[in-house]
């Protein structure tokens, strides 16, 4: 079974800062993976998805996340963040075949000091 | 599109009652999915339809739990016997069937079992 790992419980950045979130996945076949955002009393939304070619994609709002086939990883980025993007942050994998369920990080939540 | 809508939002029941939660996928959309998120933890996936049938349980879905969705629109997902430990954020999430399926979340139906 498929596992992710987010290694930053709680993140806190002062405006202007850049952003790195890790994520790590443990599975040994193709893979699709997702980061979800979750802002304070919203529902999960869709940040971005990688399913294949270009390894670095670019989701919305300005973030982006590069899978690195050989370290199991997609870290998301984002070269400088806003109040607005303080949220809580979920990685999240899919096998790229054969099932539909999602795994999901226990995610990180993203304070943004203005 | 309207998205995921969930019924209730919330709901408080006592230990032993049986509850019910609704969920209306976005229209069209023939994956229909119900994950359950604990404080501090990710969404943890419990089953999926396609269409009207039930193609994946995860070993979380106990006897106590059944999920249907008999005309491939609206969902149910009811819990028998409530226990303290099923509160919960119940989460519905749907998709269309396509090459870079992405599944659209619900707000959620939050439980508290007392």
């Known amino acids: 079974a498929q596992s992710v790992s987010q290694h930053n419980h709680h993140v806190i950045l002062s405006e202007a800062a850049s952003l790195e979130l890790g994520c790590n996945y443990s599975?040994?076949?193709?893979?699709?993976l997702f980061w979800y955002v979750q802002y304070p009393g919203q529902h999960l939304q869709l940040l971005l998805k990688y399913f294949s070619g270009d390894p670095l994609v670019k989701g919305i709002k300005g973030f982006e996340a590069e899978f690195i086939k050989s370290k199991f990883s997609f870290n998301l980025r984002k070269p400088s963040v806003q109040w607005s993007d303080t949220a809580e942050y979920f990685c999240a994998v899919k096998p790229g075949a054969g099932s539909y369920q999602l795994t999901f990080g226990k995610g990180t939540k993203l304070s943004v000091i203005p | 599109d309207t998205g995921v809508s969930q019924n209730p939002r919330h709901k408080i029941t006592k230990r032993g009652q049986n509850v019910t939660f609704r969920c209306d996928p976005i229209?069209?959309?023939?994956?229909l999915y119900w994950y359950r998120q604990t404080l501090g933890q990710g969404p943890e996936f419990l089953t999926y339809?396609?269409?009207?049938?039930?193609?994946?349980k995860s070993r979380l879905l106990s006897d106590r739990f059944s999920a249907e969705r008999p005309k491939g629109s609206f969902s149910t997902l009811e819990i028998q016997r409530t226990e303290q430990g099923d509160s919960a954020m119940y989460l519905c999430?749907?998709?269309?069937?396509?090459?870079?399926?992405?599944?659209?979340f619900g707000p959620g139906t939050r439980l508290l079992v007392l």
């Open positions: 339809f396609q269409n009207e049938a039930q193609l994946e």
């Open positions: 229209s069209e959309h023939n994956r």
């Open positions: 999430a749907s998709s269309l069937v396509l090459a870079s399926e992405t599944q659209y």
């Open positions: 599975y040994g076949g193709t893979v699709n």
